[in-house]
């Protein structure tokens, strides 16, 4: 039997509805997931996302709506899911920390974090972000004393009794697995950032906030005038999925994506959380950078912001997975445009697949040859590297695609098929060509699933069809 490979993405909050940003994440681990059914042929996949609906960021935007905070959550749960839905992304679990189930892993999750003696009373006096829902130092505001990821919204002066973790105790725990690569932290950049968080030395964190402040969360096990601290509950949405489903133990590769503004809290925080309930810890966390706009970061409280389903509705979901995986934040922030997707879509889909794969049909459907069936995944390694799958470099695998229909688009201009009169040499470049096309499908498949299936119906069988056009071509 396959390995089992539990793949997560951060759950998005629910003050306000998913943007483009969010969703890049989402596509990025649901890549990922199809690469291992479709192609490594391993369906003991479970793939989760979801809503991080509790805390002060949808507490305070229900208030400033006037409705209820459930009301407010189960509004943009219904619609993030929506934006979600519309880019095809195959979740097994769409997760909300208000779903029942979820509320009682977290209250039992943090009864054993206290019963092992790691959750204290004490005094918090600082500075807290609502936009992150996390508390700062002065050396992590700017010069405005904002928080350089929220700067629109005002920086909070907390003085109250908290709950707090015993962090700091994990710090030489944290270290051996990080270092040690039993916990796998990509790209390498971020892994040295988290070493050197380590290095500065962490201290103990609050784990609840008293209710008088933030009543919209689960009441702790512990005091019913505290509720548990949002990211606390959040982090444990994987945990409550991965164990009823069977996809939290030894034999289970855990792999968590998130954006590089959580980094902590997944390779540093939730580790020391795991270690002390008891349970086993991730293998590994893929952290991407942030998309920009035209230069700046898309975000909610920035409102710059452009929904998926904007996109799919004018581009087609399949080309707005193309853009954000080829060009998006893989490794390294990126920006992106209006005017350079259609650019994009215009060059690299109409032209360079949809018209090379048209002009192969076409020549192939005339012909009076017959060509042998075909299914995938045959010969498909031809056209990707595998290491790149494993080290998530999606962007890899397509700029090898693309260089492949190319050099395809270029065989055809060379050999011009349309000229030859010699059957059995037509027959040989023709059959060359319908394969490749053949092999590219397939390997575009888990990238591409939509045009996967328009390709495969016009090429897969003995006789070429004349296939519908994959990307009709968008004036600017
Ligand atoms: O942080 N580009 O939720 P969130 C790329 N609820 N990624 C972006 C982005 C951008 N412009 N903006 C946001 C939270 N993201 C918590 C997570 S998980 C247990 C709890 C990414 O709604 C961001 O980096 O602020 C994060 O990975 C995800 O979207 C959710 O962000």
């Known amino acids: 039997m396959s390995k089992k490979i539990f ?52 507490q305070k935007a229900a208030e400033k709506n006037n409705v209820s905070c459930m009301d407010l959550v189960t509004k943009i749960y219904k619609e993030d899911k929506e934006q979600i839905d519309s880019l ?20 039992d ?22 936009g992150c829902e996390a508390h700062k130092t002065l050396s992590e505001l700017n010069e ?7 700067p629109t919204r005002e920086i909070q002066k907390l003085d109250e009794e908290n709950y707090f973790f015993r962090w700091s105790k994990y710090t030489r725990f944290l270290k051996d697995l990080i270092i040690g690569n039993t916990l796998v932290v990509l790209p390498e950049g971020k892994r040295k950032e988290m070493v050197a968080f380590l290095d500065n030395g962490l201290k103990d964190i609050t784990v609840s906030r008293p209710k008088y402040k933030v009543s919209w969360g689960i009441t702790t096990p512990i005091d019913e005038n505290q509720v548990i601290y949002v990211w606390f509950d959040a982090l444990i949405n994987y945990l409550t999925e991965g164990i009823e489903k069977g996809f939290w133990d030894k034999d289970t590769e855990i792999i968590h994506f998130v954006g590089k503004d959580i980094a902590r809290w997944h390779a540093l925080l939730w580790p020391a959380m795991l270690k002390s309930a008891g349970y086993k810890v991730p293998d590994l966390i893929y952290i991407h ?33 193309y853009y954000l995986l080829k060009y998006g934040p893989i490794v390294e922030d990126s920006d992106i445009s209006l005017d350079n997707f259609i650019s994009i879509y215009n060059g690299e889909l109409a032209n360079g697949l949809g018209n090379t794969v048209s002009r192969i049909a076409k020549l192939a459907s005339i012909s009076e040859f017959d060509f042998a069936e075909y299914s995938d995944p045959q010969n498909v390694w031809e056209k990707i590297n595998k290491k790149d799958i494993d080290e998530f470099r999606i962007d890899k695998i397509l700029s090898q695609i693309w260089k492949n229909l190319s050099e395809l688009d270029h065989h055809i201009n060379e050999h011009q098929p349309w000229g030859i009169k ?55």
């Open 7 to 58: 793949i997560t993405t951060a759950i998005d909050y629910t003050n306000d509805v998913i943007h483009i940003g969010h969703a890049y994440e989402k596509i990025l681990a649901d890549v990922f997931a199809r690469f291992q059914r479709n192609l490594l042929g391993n369906d003991n996949i479970h793939y989760t996302t979801g809503t991080d609906e509790h805390g002060t960021t949808s």
């Open 88 to 107: 095809n992304i195959s979740y097994d679990r769409f997760i909300r920390t208000t779903d029942e189930d979820h509320k009682k892993q977290a209250l």
């Open 109 to 130: 999750f943090f009864k054993k974090v206290f019963d092992n003696g790691d959750i204290y009373k004490a005094k918090y006096e600082g500075y807290y972000c609502e």
């Open 144 to 150: 405005k004393g904002q928080c350089p990821n929220h």
């Open 289 to 321: 950078g942030f998309i920009n706009l035209n230069g700046q970061k898309i975000s909610k409280s920035l409102g710059n912001v452009i929904r998926p389903t904007e996109l799919v509705s004018q581009f087609g979901v399949d080309a707005v997975r």
């Open 422 to 476: 010699d059957q059995e040499k037509l027959k040989d470049i023709l059959s060359y060509e319908v394969h490749e096309v053949r092999k590219i499908a397939s390997a575009i498949k888990p990238i591409m699933p939509d045009i996967y299936v328009k390709i495969s119906k016009a090429f897969f069988s003995g006789k070429i069809q004349v296939s519908d056009i994959l990307f009709p071509r968008i004036s600017g």
